[in-house]
């Protein structure tokens, strides 16, 4: 089992910044992938950011530029650095991690609120 934990949400104004954290336990080992992703009220989940164990990162273009996913492996934990925040940005964030031992296994936190305000 993972048991991911964020923290770090809020409410600010549109251009103001956020940063997220996700504190990862339990049974950590063969996790390939860490990422975040977010779902506002009626709308579908959406991927926004992944970071490989390899160190390669994705993210979806309406946040490129603006947001960076990075890791500290020492703290077991990973983070959201989210920069010149548009209303559009409101949602729950999600931190998940991607394993692969005898299968494909995903785990998600609870999340943790943004709301940016125009």
């Known amino acids: 089992q993972v048991q991911l934990v964020e923290s770090g949400g809020g409410s600010v104004q549109a251009g103001g910044s956020l940063a997220l954290s996700c504190s990862v336990s339990g049974s950590i080992f063969s996790i390939y992938a860490m990422g975040w992703a977010r779902q506002a009220p009626g709308k579908q989940r959406e991927l926004v950011a992944v970071?490989?164990?390899?160190?390669?990162?994705n993210y979806v273009d309406s946040v490129k530029g603006r947001f960076t996913i990075s890791r500290d492996n020492a703290k077991n934990t990973v983070y959201l650095q989210m920069n010149s925040l548009k209303p559009e940005d409101t949602a729950v964030y999600y931190c998940h991690a991607d394993k692969y031992v005898a299968g494909y296994q995903e785990y998600w936190g609870q999340g943790t609120q943004v709301t940016v305000s125009s």
């Open positions: 970071l490989t164990s390899s160190g390669r990162t």
